[in-house]
C-alpha cells in the first residue's frame, strides 16, 4: 500500500510471488485505488510543506493515517484476497534534503492499526533503513525496475507527484533519482482554481509555454544535479513557482502547460544522456495527454501495462516486492556499478516489522523473571558511589 506525493488515494495491491533459482515471479491478483476520508485527506495537504505543523498534529496525523489505511487493507482482504503480510509505505509528510544528502524521511501511518484492522505482520518504515546507510532512500521503483526490465536498455519513468526515472540494461545502469515535479506543481496550480487537478491535462492542451519562465524554472540547481537524487514537496512546495517567478507567473493555461514543459523536459536531459533503446512510463501523469506527447519524442515509449504491470498500480506492487524481499532478509535496493544506486555505502534489509517476528518458539509464555548474577565479577562499579549495579 503506497499513497504518493499527491495525496490523491490509498493505492493498494495483492501480489503472489514465488522464486525458482535465480527468477522471481510476481503474479498480479488485483489492485485498489481508494478514496481518503476526506477530513484527513484535508489535513494531510495542509501540513505538507511549506507549512510547519507541530508535534500535535503529527501524532494525530500518524494515528489517523494508520487509521486510512488499516481500513484500506480491511477492504483490499475482502475484495481482492487473503495475504500473508501488508507492506504499508504510509504517506509521506517531510523528505528532509541538505546539500544533496538526506538528514531522515518521515512517513506517516501507524503500523500498529494497520495491523489490528487485519490481525497480519506490517512492514512499514521503508526508506529509514538505506538512509542511515548513506543512501537518498528514494526512489525506491528502482527496486523493481532493475529486476524487471533490465534485459533491454530502457528508462523506466514513474510519474507521480514527482517524476522518477530508473536506467537499467546499458552499460552504466542501473542509475536512478527524481528528476523533478511531474503532478505536484499542476496540482498545486490547479488547487488555486478550486481543482482536485488537471482532468486530463484539458488546461495543459489549451494553453502555450512561457519560454521566459521556463527558462528561469530550468535554472533551479536541483536540476543540474547528478543522479542518484531525490526531492519532495520540501523543495517544489505549492509557492514554489510564485517563489521562483514572482509576477512574471504565467496565469490561466499557460501556466499549466509550462509546467507540463519543465516536467517533460527535465524527464528528457536525464534519460537522452542513457540513450536507452525504450521508455516505460508509470503513474498518474500517464492520463495527462501532453505530457505524454511531449514524452513521446523520445524512443519506445510505452506505459507499463503493455507489460502486464498496470501504470496506476506499479508502486502498490513494488511495495509487495519490498516485502518479499525484506521477509527473506534481502536488501531492498539495486546495485549499480558503485553499489546501491541510492547512493548507500552498504546494502540494507528495510523496513521495521510490527508485530516483531518472533525467532524462536516458546511455550509456555514466561509468567515471571528472575535476575541472576554472572559472576562474582559480573556486576558494574557506579561511578559515584563504588557499589555494585
Request: aromatic share 4%; proline share 7%.
Amino acid at each position: 500500500m503506497i499513497s504518493g506525493t499527491s495525496v490523491d488515494a490509498i493505492d493498494v495491491a495483492l501480489a503472489d510471488m514465488y522464486q525458482v533459482d535465480d527468477t522471481l515471479t510476481l503474479t498480479t491478483l488485483g489492485y485498489l485505488e481508494l478514496p481518503w476520508p476526506a477530513a484527513v485527506r484535508e489535513r494531510l495537504l495542509a501540513a505538507l510543506p511549506p507549512a510547519s505543523p507541530g508535534p500535535a498534529e503529527w501524532v494525530r496525523l500518524h494515528a489517523e493515517t494508520g487509521e486510512a489505511f488499516g481500513a484500506a487493507a480491511a477492504r483490499a482482504l475482502t475484495e481482492l484476497g487473503p495475504a500473508d503480510l501488508v507492506v504499508s509505505h504510509g504517506q509521506t509528510l517531510h523528505h528532509l534534503v541538505e546539500r544533496g544528502r538526506v538528514v531522515g524521511t518521515l512517513q506517516l501511518g501507524d503500523p500498529a492499526r494497520v495491523h489490528a484492522h487485519t490481525g497480519l505482520p506490517v512492514l512499514a518504515d521503508l526508506r529509514a533503513a538505506d538512509i542511515a546507510a548513506g543512501g537518498q532512500g528514494a526512489p525506491l521503483a528502482s527496486t523493481l525496475d532493475a529486476l524487471w526490465l533490465g534485459d533491454v536498455p530502457t528508462a523506466a519513468v514513474n510519474l507521480g507527484g514527482i517524476a522518477n526515472v530508473t536506467i537499467v540494461g546499458t552499460d552504466d545502469g542501473p542509475v536512478t533519482g527524481d528528476t523533478g515535479p511531474a503532478n505536484c506543481l499542476l496540482d498545486a496550480a490547479a488547487a488555486d482554481l478550486g481543482l482536485r487537478c488537471d482532468v486530463d491535462g484539458a488546461l495543459a492542451a489549451a494553453g502555450r509555454v512561457d519560454e521566459a519562465a521556463l527558462g528561469a524554472l530550468l535554472a533551479d540547481p536541483y536540476f543540474a544535479r547528478p543522479l542518484p537524487k531525490s526531492t519532495g514537496r520540501e523543495h517544489f512546495h505549492a509557492g514554489y513557482v510564485r517563489q521562483m517567478l514572482g509576477a512574471a507567473t504565467p496565469t490561466g493555461p499557460d501556466l499549466f502547460t509550462t509546467l507540463v514543459e519543465l516536467s517533460a523536459r527535465t524527464i528528457a536531459d536525464v534519460v537522452r544522456r542513457h540513450r536507452p533503446r525504450r521508455l516505460v512510463v508509470s503513474g498518474g501523469g500517464v492520463a495527462n495527454p501532453l505530457l505524454i506527447q511531449r514524452l513521446s519524442r523520445l524512443t519506445g515509449l510505452q506505459p507499463s501495462d503493455c507489460l502486464g504491470l498496470p501504470a496506476a498500480a506499479k508502486e502498490a506492487y513494488l511495495m509487495a516486492l519490498i516485502g518479499w524481499l525484506s521477509w527473506h532478509g534481502l536488501p531492498g535496493v539495486a546495485r549499480g556499478p558503485a553499489g546501491p544506486v541510492t547512493g548507500a555505502a552498504r546494502a540494507a534489509v528495510l523496513g521495521s516489522l510490527t508485530p516483531p517476528r518472533a525467532v524462536a518458539d516458546l511455550a509456555p509464555a514466561p509468567t515471571r523473571l528472575v535476575v541472576e548474577a554472572a559472576g562474582a565479577g559480573a556486576g558494574a562499579r557506579s561511578e559515584t558511589g563504588g557499589g555494585r549495579l
